[in-house]
């Protein structure tokens, strides 16, 4: 029975035998637990019944004041909603993933020549492509490889269409020059179809055919072609030598590997491991967040339903816990247009993917440890040197600018151990004097904090400013502004020769400025927030530079209106390519002349 007063009994008695999802909410009207069920009546009432429920979930009864219910057509119907609504809603106390919006694929174009590129987003059926990848340095090096060995274009379209000479990858001889006629189109769709045999995974049916041009160019005399075609072999069998897991069959499947750390706290790491193809493309570890008490097959099953419902998925997924899988196979079956299995205990090749995979999983856990445990040594010597045992969230400041242009502030957070980049925010600093970091500082503040004036959020435990005390004093005063009066300011002023570990804390809360020795656990910490903060700000400035010098540069010429600009952009691919131009090249583009191209060219360099 919840302490709230909730009559939980005469609730459960006017519940329907129905399938459907329920609510859990707090008394302050927040959803703390979403769930499904077959029979509405018999999984809440058992909330209230079982006696051995575990502390996370005694605590979570404890605290309902509310339950709301939706009855559904279907089991399956439930689980939907309740995957929708746990992503929106982000209950408390439910099991939730960080939701990776989309993985990255390799894509070859479906033009006469193909492209070779990188791709994130939505599929088009006019397009091949191959993936998902675990993430895009994978994708990248694959790109790399089949460059090195295919030599496949990867420019855009406008810059392949408007080429007149061969580009710095044809010379390096990571393209084979199509845009220029230096290789046959039936060559060239060799090469294409070589490179998607070798992403489905038939390396060895490429090796086949390249060994048979290779001999049949050398019984032509082509010597320099068949040393190509053999350089191109060499290379494919080097790869496949190197491969970690090649079932040999062009089979595609995910496998799925949970590691728990048993000590209550809830730290859990599951491993999602890609093959495709055959060959093993990488693997990725997920950390839930509100996993205390859970065993590993709720985890792997609030994993399944939240990473694949309304996203692709392989034939076949591997899992290494007994869960319910028939109304999920079901689902993705119908979502996907293709059967689905989602297989346990597997045997042969697939139990030695899912022993890697929990073994990844396993060491990822552990690395995850031992990092939050240095992260804990730190916060702890933090909260020591300044005396705030309740110091858990920092917020920190920066601000970046060249010589006062596209001046930017960035606010980082760091809370309970951890970065999270999903709070960060950037702040276009607009109306003060150029190059004034104060009024930057002032500004950046303002609007952080005028939400928190205004009800929204909290102050953070303690305010990190990148600077000295007349950054910290700017950043008083705009606090003072908005009646904010209790929050805590700590400036990091940068030592002598601006050198690592010489930094001074500046702050009302400090008698005179304190300098930490250089292996100190607490300034590491300030020193890792302040980098961040750093990195933020700069990342944002040289964007917000370079997006306002790229819009200008060719509009402050004169002579260069609307028309002539788009003719040069359209004709080079856009202002990188205007910029590597000749004069030469420049002329040759319609509406430009002679005199013209001159007077771009010098502009411009």
């Known amino acids: 029975m919840s302490d709230s007063g909730f009559n939980a009994k005469e609730f459960c008695a006017n519940l329907p035998l129905l399938p459907g999802v329920y609510r859990m909410i707090n008394a302050k009207g927040e959803v703390i637990y979403v769930g499904k069920a077959v029979s509405l009546k018999k999984r809440v009432s058992s909330y209230f019944?079982?006696?051995?429920?575990?502390?996370?979930?005694?605590?979570?009864?404890?605290?309902?004041?509310?339950?709301?219910?939706?009855?559904?057509?279907?089991?399956?119907?439930?689980?939907?909603?309740?995957?929708?609504?746990?992503?929106?809603?982000?209950?408390?106390?439910?099991?939730?993933?960080?939701?990776?919006?989309?993985?990255?694929?390799?894509?070859?174009?479906?033009?006469?020549?193909?492209?070779?590129?990188?791709?994130?987003?939505?599929?088009?059926?006019?397009?091949?492509?191959?993936?998902?990848?675990?993430?895009?340095?994978?994708?990248?090096?694959?790109?790399?490889?089949?460059?090195?060995?295919?030599?496949?274009?990867?420019?855009?379209?406008?810059?392949?269409?408007?080429?007149?000479?061969?580009?710095?990858?044809?010379?390096?001889?990571?393209?084979?020059?199509?845009?220029?006629?230096?290789?046959?189109?039936?060559?060239?769709?060799?090469?294409?179809?070589?490179?998607?045999?070798?992403?489905?995974?038939?390396?060895?049916?490429?090796?086949?055919?390249?060994?048979?041009?290779?001999?049949?160019?050398?019984?032509?005399?082509?010597?320099?072609?068949?040393?190509?075609?053999?350089?191109?072999?060499?290379?494919?069998?080097?790869?496949?030598?190197?491969?970690?897991?090649?079932?040999?069959?062009?089979?595609?499947?995910?496998?799925?590997?949970?590691?728990?750390?048993?000590?209550?706290?809830?730290?859990?790491?599951?491993?999602?491991?890609?093959?495709?193809?055959?060959?093993?493309?990488?693997?990725?570890?997920?950390?839930?967040?509100?996993?205390?008490?859970?065993?590993?097959?709720?985890?792997?099953?609030?994993?399944?339903?939240?990473?694949?419902?309304?996203?692709?998925?392989?034939?076949?997924?591997?899992?290494?816990?007994?869960?319910?899988?028939?109304?999920?196979?079901?689902?993705?079956?119908?979502?996907?247009?293709?059967?689905?299995?989602?297989?346990?205990?597997?045997?042969?090749?697939?139990?030695?993917?899912?022993?890697?995979?929990?073994?990844?999983?396993?060491?990822?856990?552990?690395?995850?440890?031992?990092?939050?445990?240095?992260?804990?040594?730190?916060?702890?010597?933090?909260?020591?040197?300044?005396?705030?045992?309740?110091?858990?969230?920092?917020?920190?400041?920066?601000?970046?600018?060249?010589l006062g242009e596209a001046t930017v502030a960035s606010c980082v957070v760091y809370d309970h151990f951890a970065m999270r980049n999903n709070e960060y925010r950037r702040y276009n600093i607009e109306g003060i004097t150029p190059g004034d970091d104060y009024a930057a500082m002032r500004e950046a503040l303002s609007r952080r904090y005028q939400k928190v004036v205004s009800g929204e959020g909290q102050l953070p435990d303690l305010i990190l400013i990148d600077g000295g005390k007349g950054q910290v004093t700017a950043a008083q005063e705009a606090l003072y502004e908005l009646g904010i009066y209790d929050a805590n300011l700590v400036g990091v002023a940068k030592g002598e020769e601006r050198k690592p570990g010489l930094e001074q804390l500046i702050s009302p809360l400090l008698e005179k400025p304190l300098q930490l020795p250089s292996e100190h656990a607490a300034l590491h910490l300030i020193q890792q927030i302040r980098d961040e903060a750093h990195r933020f700000a700069i990342q944002g400035h040289r964007g917000r530079r370079g997006k306002a010098r790229t819009s200008s540069s060719l509009e402050d010429i004169s002579g260069v209106g609307a028309k002539r600009r788009q003719k040069l952009l359209g004709r080079f691919g856009g202002l990188k390519g205007v910029l590597t131009a000749s004069i030469e090249e420049l002329q040759q583009t319609e509406g430009i002349s002679r005199k013209l191209a001159e007077k771009i060219y010098k502009e411009l360099h």
């Not at 769709?189 to 998607?196: I, L, P």
């Not at 790491?269 to 709720?298: E, W, Y």
């Open 49 to 402: 019944q079982k006696s051995n429920l575990g502390p996370r979930i005694q605590l979570m009864v404890s605290q309902i004041t509310q339950i709301e219910t939706t009855v559904t057509r279907s089991e399956a119907e439930a689980l939907l909603l309740e995957n929708n609504l746990i992503k929106s809603l982000k209950p408390r106390y439910n099991i939730i993933f960080r939701d990776d919006k989309s993985y990255p694929y390799v894509i070859l174009s479906g033009h006469g020549f193909p492209r070779l590129g990188f791709y994130r987003g939505v599929l088009d059926k006019t397009h091949q492509y191959f993936g998902p990848y675990p993430n895009a340095g994978i994708v990248r090096e694959s790109i790399h490889l089949l460059q090195k060995i295919f030599r496949l274009r990867t420019c855009e379209d406008s810059v392949f269409s408007n080429r007149t000479r061969p580009c710095l990858l044809y010379q390096i001889k990571r393209c084979s020059g199509p845009c220029i006629g230096q290789i046959s189109a039936q060559d060239y769709r060799m090469d294409v179809r070589n490179a998607e045999l070798f992403l489905q995974g038939k390396q060895t049916e490429v090796i086949a055919g390249i060994e048979t041009q290779m001999q049949q160019a050398s019984e032509r005399m082509e010597y320099e072609q068949a040393a190509l075609l053999r350089d191109q072999m060499q290379a494919l069998r080097r790869i496949r030598e190197k491969q970690f897991v090649d079932s040999g069959k062009a089979l595609d499947a995910d496998v799925i590997a949970c590691a728990l750390h048993n000590d209550g706290s809830g730290r859990v790491c599951v491993n999602l491991a890609m093959i495709r193809g055959g060959r093993h493309l990488g693997d990725k570890s997920f950390f839930p967040q509100n996993a205390d008490d859970c065993t590993a097959g709720n985890v792997v099953e609030a994993f399944l339903a939240q990473h694949y419902l309304n996203r692709s998925a392989p034939s076949l997924i591997i899992v290494g816990e007994s869960i319910e899988r028939e109304i999920l196979q079901q689902l993705l079956t119908e979502q996907c247009g293709h059967k689905i299995t989602i297989q346990f205990n597997p045997i042969g090749e697939k139990r030695v993917w899912l022993n890697m995979a929990t073994e990844n999983a396993r060491l990822a856990l552990q690395q995850q440890l031992s990092r939050q445990a240095s992260q804990e040594k730190r916060l702890l010597a933090l909260q020591q040197v300044l005396n705030m045992p309740g110091l858990q969230r920092i917020e920190c400041f920066d601000i970046s600018h060249t």
